[in-house]
C-alpha cells in the first residue's frame, strides 16, 4: 500500500517489490513502485513503459555508463561558503541533513532520522488494475523515515511486505498549468495512490495558499488527507501529503511533496512538515 524502496539495479532499473507485486496487489490496497532510472533528466510527465520510469525525451536520453556519478575538485573557497560545503549543499537546519535532487537543482533537509535515496531513485504511485502501472504521481530523489515501519502480507503471497513512515521528494511539473493545480492535484493524488484506493471520495484537499521559503522561493501549497479507511490488515492507515508547487528561477515549473501515515503514533507533526518545506531551496550556482 505504500512506496517501497529499492536500490538501483547494475540495469538502470528494479521493480520495488521484486517476487511478486507491491503491498495490497492489484485490487487490494494502493500499488506503489519505486524505480531507480538511469536518465539523467528531471521527472516530467512520468510514465510506466515495461516496468521503466520515463523522463523528459529529446537528447536527455542517456546511456547508463554516461550517468554515473563523477567526483569534481571542490573550489578552494569551498570550506568557507556557508551553504556550500567542499561535498555539496550544507543543511541550514543543525542536526539535520540534505537531500538534493542534482538535475533539479533543488534541495531540502530532513531531521537526521530521515535517510535521503540516490539520485536516480524514483518513487510513484498507481492504479491497483493499471496493468502498465502509469504512474499517478512520482518524485525523484526523496527520503524515506522508517523505512520498514509496518509488515504485513498485504497480498497473501506468504511474505512480508515492509511498508515506510514517510518520504519526502521533488520533481519537474512540465506541462502543467500553474503552480495552484500541481499543489492541488499531487498532493491528492499521493493521498489516493498511497492509501485510498479505490475511494476516491475519502480523500479531501484543503485549500490551495502562497507559501515561501526560508530561502524566499514563493510559490502555492496544498495538502490533503484521507478518513475512514477499510482496515484489511495492520498497515492498512489513513494518510497525508503536502505539496508545495513553484516556478524555477529558470522559469520551468517543480514541486516538492510530502507523503505520511496519518493517525498513528508515529505520524510526522504537521509543524515537522512545514518546517522540512520551508528549507526548499536552489542548490547553489544552479538557481538564481
Not at 121 to 144: F, G, H, I, Q, S
Not at 252 to 275: I, N
Amino acid at each position: 500500500m505504500w512506496p517501497g524502496q529499492q536500490p538501483p539495479a547494475d540495469t538502470g532499473h528494479s521493480p520495488a517489490f521484486p517476487g511478486g507485486p507491491p503491498p495490497g496487489g492489484r485490487g487490494g490496497g494502493s500499488r506503489t513502485t519505486v524505480v531507480a532510472v538511469v536518465a539523467a533528466a528531471v521527472v516530467v510527465a512520468v510514465a510506466a513503459v515495461t516496468g521503466t520510469v520515463l523522463l523528459r525525451g529529446g537528447d536527455d536520453r542517456a546511456d547508463p555508463a554516461s550517468t554515473a556519478p563523477t567526483a569534481s575538485a571542490p573550489s578552494a573557497s569551498a570550506a568557507d561558503d556557508p551553504a556550500n560545503g567542499a561535498e555539496g549543499p550544507r543543511p541550514t537546519v543543525a542536526g539535520w541533513r540534505v537531500v538534493t535532487n542534482p538535475d533539479l537543482g533543488i534541495a531540502f533537509d530532513v531531521p537526521d532520522s530521515w535517510v535521503p535515496k540516490a539520485p536516480t531513485w524514483v518513487t510513484y504511485v498507481a492504479e491497483n488494475d493499471d496493468p502498465e502501472d502509469k504512474p499517478l504521481v512520482a518524485m525523484r530523489a526523496p527520503a524515506v523515515l522508517q523505512e520498514e515501519w509496518c509488515a504485513a502480507d498485504s497480498d497473501r503471497d506468504g511474505r512480508l511486505d515492509h511498508v515506510p513512515l514517510a518520504g519526502a521528494g521533488t520533481r519537474g511539473e512540465d506541462g502543467a498549468r500553474g503552480t495552484e493545480e500541481v499543489a492541488r492535484k499531487n498532493a491528492a493524488a499521493w493521498v489516493y495512490g498511497a492509501f485510498a484506493q479505490p475511494a476516491r471520495d475519502k480523500v479531501t484537499t484543503g485549500p490551495v495558499s502562497s507559501f515561501t521559503t526560508s530561502s524566499g522561493i514563493a510559490g502555492s501549497v496544498a495538502t490533503s488527507r484521507s478518513s475512514g479507511m477499510e482496515k484489511r490488515d495492520k498497515c492498512d492507515v489513513d494518510g497525508k501529503a503536502t505539496t508545495f508547487a513553484f516556478e524555477t528561477a529558470d522559469g520551468d515549473l517543480a514541486s516538492w511533496s510530502f507523503y505520511g501515515a496519518a493517525d498513528v503514533a508515529d505520524e510526522v507533526p504537521d509543524g515537522t512538515v512545514r518546517k522540512i518545506l520551508s528549507t526548499v531551496r536552489y542548490v547553489p550556482d544552479k538557481g538564481q
